[in-house]
């Protein structure tokens, strides 16, 4: 197991060491004849195809092969609505599915005309690859202040935007679900917005994942829980071009991957300490109780891991 965990630390190791001097061979060439403006502009539509990719060479195998070596890492004890015997469950299914992919073209479509409005009113960030190219240093610096600062707006506003109860739809916990419906002392203390739920809730009519739950979301949760975080940290954090779009890489693999409903350990977003966990968000969908966290395991500092995962599942 510690090999597989190597494959994400080499995956991360390439993004961070590698990334930087590709960028600066073909930012001149990608970008040279534009202004910065639109350069950024440019560049956020560049990340639209990498959901394709990451479809494509991460999802739809394990999905469509149905091959043991990949199920073995399945977070869901439930069989994939896709393979159910009964023809309610697929048709619930595919009915769902459809909506989602006319949401994600909708948002990764809206996406750019957002971050537009962001780089007219308050400029945009730096493309020049002959003077103040990050150092190694001042990488990981930007980098680490963009997604640490997006973790933590993520969280409160995800975490905000739930009730304080949650009910599961694993039958082997609904007894101890009543007794576990207030998760922690510290989450008494935090103000809710119940009126937030009904927009959020449209996200989780996935009870068991699949990554096209990742961009399932209703306009407004789309503008406060994904596009609001994104714009803000590009405003506060100022990190330069290439900082912006290693950072970018690491919100997008980290939210496809939440809801991939696979804990692929070569995941290059979580073999390292204090990562959140693909099985967390799971548990999160299934049963509405804390893991609000995407990328850093925020809920082990502030008390929502839902109560030890409702008892690690009764046992
Ligand atoms: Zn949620
Ligand atoms: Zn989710």
């Known amino acids: 197991m510690i ?8 995956q991360s190791a390439v993004w961070f060491f590698v990334t930087p001097h590709v960028c600066k061979y073909i930012w001149p060439r990608l970008f040279g004849q534009h202004q910065a403006e639109v350069a950024e502009l440019l560049l956020w539509c560049g990340l639209l195809p990498y959901f394709v990719l990451y479809l494509v060479v991460v999802a739809l195998p394990p999905y469509y092969l149905n091959w043991g070596f990949f199920e073995q890492y399945k977070v869901s004890d439930e069989e994939w609505p896709w393979r159910s015997m009964h023809k309610e469950v697929r048709d619930s299914f595919w009915k769902t599915a459809r909506s989602s992919l006319v949401l994600d073209v909708f948002y990764l479509s809206v996406f750019p005309l957002i971050a537009w409005v962001k780089i007219v009113a308050f400029g945009s960030v730096m493309f020049d690859t002959t003077e103040d190219w990050p150092t190694y240093s001042e990488s990981a610096f930007q980098i680490m202040s963009f997604v640490v600062l997006h973790e933590m707006m993520f969280y409160w506003i995800h975490r905000a935007s739930h009730p304080k109860s949650g009910s599961c739809v694993n039958s082997r916990v609904n007894d101890i679900d009543i007794a576990l419906r207030h998760c922690s002392s510290s989450s008494q203390a ?43 940290c590009t405003i506060i954090v100022r990190p330069h071009s290439v900082c912006l ?51 850093l395991n925020l809920d082990a500092v502030f008390g929502t891991d839902g109560q030890g995962r409702l008892k690690q599942e009764k046992d």
């Open 245 to 295: 779009l290693q950072a970018a890489l690491w919100l997008i693999t980290a939210n496809l991957d939440d809801h991939l409903g696979y804990a692929f350990p070569w995941s290059p977003v979580r073999w390292f300490p204090f990562a959140a966990t693909t099985e967390a968000h799971e548990f999160h969908h299934r049963c509405n109780i804390g893991c609000f966290s995407s990328k």
């Open 3 to 10: 090999t597989i965990y190597v494959l994400g630390a080499l």
């Open 190 to 232: 935090f103000h809710n917005f119940p009126s937030l739920y009904k927009y959020h809730k449209i996200h989780h009519q996935y009870k068991q994942n699949n990554v096209l739950a990742s961009q399932h979301f209703s306009v407004v949760d789309f503008f406060f829980s994904i596009a609001f975080p994104s714009i803000a």
